[in-house]
């Protein structure tokens, strides 16, 4: 198995992100707020945009008022700085409007400060 430390759990605060390396390949780290940390591919599947400039944001859905828009899953949701797509961080980086559709994402542990990636 392939693994290795890619930062250190003090290196990202809960509700940010940064990228790394994995290998050769590019990677995102994010933290959601709750301290979970996951990796992902730092390139998006639309067209290949670096996520790491995109921001960690929350979900906006219409409850059953019209008009009346609610903010939740605040952090965990990966915006795409080129075109907006999101991805859902804590699902495994599925695209909000079309779940069938991911950014590749890496098992990620954390033994004492390291945050290892894994594949
Ligand atoms: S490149 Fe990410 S939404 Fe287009």
Same mark, same amino acid.
């Given at each position: 198995?392939?693994?290795?430390?890619?930062?250190?759990?003090?290196?990202?605060?809960p509700? #940010?992100?940064?990228?790394?390396?994995?290998?050769?390949?590019?990677?995102?780290?994010c933290r959601t707020p709750d301290g979970d940390?996951h990796?992902?591919?730092?390139?998006?599947?639309?067209?290949?945009?670096?996520?790491?400039?995109?921001?960690?944001?929350?979900?906006?859905?219409?409850?059953? #008022?019209?008009?009346?828009?609610?903010?939740?899953?605040?952090g965990e949701?990966?915006?795409?700085?080129?075109?907006?797509? #999101?991805?859902?961080i804590k699902?495994?980086?599925?695209?909000?409007?079309?779940?069938?559709?991911?950014?590749?994402?890496?098992?990620?542990?954390?033994?004492? #400060?390291?945050?290892?990636?894994?594949?």
């Open positions: 198995m392939k693994e290795q430390v890619v930062c250190k759990t003090s290196e990202i605060q509700g #940010e992100m940064m990228k790394s390396t994995f290998g050769k390949q590019n990677v995102l780290i940390f990796a992902f591919m730092n390139q998006c599947i639309h067209q290949g945009a670096p996520l790491d400039k995109g921001m960690m944001c929350g979900a906006t859905t219409e409850s059953s #008022e019209p008009g009346d828009y609610q903010y939740c899953h605040q949701i990966l915006r795409c700085p080129w075109h907006g797509r #999101e991805f859902d699902n495994e980086g599925r695209m909000l409007a079309n779940p069938d559709k991911k950014i590749p994402s890496f098992k990620v542990r954390v033994e004492d #400060e390291d945050v290892i990636v894994y594949k």
